[in-house]
């Protein structure tokens, strides 16, 4: 296998444990993960906070919730249906994804505008 192929084959950073249970959604740390954001998640979720698009919370919780093996839980069809969710559950989760992508303050005040 060529540099390419090992590159384009190479799996990505990963994904973190949820460090804390959210029994309100029937997460714990066994069955839910937090998401390292591919190059393209981090593009889609930049080009929707630029927009100033309200669900911009929700939309990042659709690119780094996963289960247990890494897998994301949701799409961003489901933005909508989460951001009517309570927003103190969504304001847990988008902290831990900041941290575990390695976001700034500023990207966290960002969203906490919207």
């Given at each position: 296998?060529?540099?390419?192929?090992?590159?384009?084959?190479?799996p990505?950073?990963?994904?973190?444990?949820?460090?804390?249970d959210?029994?309100?959604?029937?997460?714990?740390?066994?069955?839910?993960?937090?998401?390292?954001?591919?190059?393209?998640?981090r593009?889609?979720w930049?080009?929707?906070?630029?927009?100033?698009?309200?669900?911009?919370s929700?939309?990042?919780?659709?690119?780094?919730?996963?289960?247990?093996?890494?897998?994301?839980?949701?799409?961003?069809?489901?933005?909508?249906e989460?951001?009517?969710?309570?927003?103190?559950?969504?304001?847990?989760l988008?902290v831990?994804?900041?941290?575990?992508?390695?976001?700034?303050?500023?990207?966290?005040?960002?969203?906490?505008?919207?």
């Open positions: 296998m060529g540099l390419r192929e090992s590159i384009l084959n190479s990505n950073a990963g994904y973190t444990k949820l460090p804390f959210v029994p309100e959604w029937s997460l714990t740390k066994d069955n839910a993960t937090i998401l390292t954001m591919s190059a393209l998640d593009f889609v930049e080009s929707e906070r630029e927009s100033n698009n309200p669900n911009i929700a939309i990042f919780i659709t690119l780094i919730l996963g289960n247990e093996k890494g897998e994301k839980l949701f799409t961003l069809d489901d933005a909508n989460i951001a009517k969710k309570d927003w103190r559950i969504l304001d847990r988008v831990e994804g900041l941290k575990a992508n390695s976001l700034t303050q500023k990207d966290a005040d960002d969203l906490s505008k919207k």
